[in-house]
Structure formats: structure tokens, C-alpha cells
């Protein structure tokens, strides 16, 4: 499959503060895990709000959404996840197509 059926997964994360060292490690150990495990995982990247250190947002992309959807209903995934997300106050993800490239 090519680029055209490339698919996202993103997450908003709102750390509580005092964890964010914590879980940029988490996450960094659950992607690692992702590309070691998972077939269709091409990348994935955690960006730092520069304004509040808190707020971080993640993306990952997909060779095709059953990829994805295999990560996702992973054990693997389930216990990554939760281990990033238990030091988080709030957190909100997603799931994405193209919708214009540049």
C-alpha cells in the first residue's frame, strides 16, 4: 500500500505537573515497544507545548488503519497507554486521514 492510505493516531496530553520527565520516558518506551512490535508502524513524534511544559501532543503514522487498529487492540497498547496516561490530568486522542498535504 503507498502513501495514499497512510492513517494517523494522535493524542493531546495534559501532564500533571512534576511528571512530564516521567512521561516523556513512558512514551518514549511505549513507541519503542510500537516499532518493535507492530507491523505498519512507520513513525511517531511528541511535541512540547513551548508555553506550558505541560501540555504535550503526540502523532504517529500508519501504513493503513489496520495497522493501526492492531497496535491499538494490543495488549501492548493497553498497558503503554495506561502507564503514560495515569500520570496525565486529562487526555483526548484521535484518529485521522489526510486531508491536505504541502
Same mark, same amino acid.
Given at each position: ?21 516521567? %512521561? ?9 515497544? =510500537?516499532?518493535? *512490535?507492530?507491523? /505498519? !508502524? #512507520? ?15 503526540? %502523532? ?9 487498529? =492492531?497496535?491499538? *487492540?494490543?495488549? /501492548? !497498547? #493497553? ?24
Amino acid at each position: 500500500m503507498g502513501d495514499a492510505v497512510t492513517t494517523w493516531a494522535s493524542g493531546d496530553w495534559s501532564v500533571t505537573p512534576g511528571n512530564e520527565e516521567e %512521561f516523556v520516558g513512558r512514551w518514549r518506551d511505549w513507541l519503542q515497544w =510500537s516499532r518493535d *512490535n507492530i507491523a /505498519g !508502524f #512507520r513513525s511517531a513524534t511528541l511535541i512540547r507545548d513551548a508555553q506550558d511544559a505541560s501540555h504535550f501532543v503526540s %502523532f504517529s503514522d500508519w501504513a493503513d488503519v489496520e495497522s493501526r487498529e =492492531s497496535w491499538k *487492540n494490543s495488549e /501492548g !497498547f #493497553r498497558e503503554k497507554f495506561a502507564s503514560c496516561k495515569e500520570l496525565c490530568d486529562g487526555f483526548r486522542g484521535g484518529d485521522f486521514a489526510l486531508a491536505v498535504s504541502a
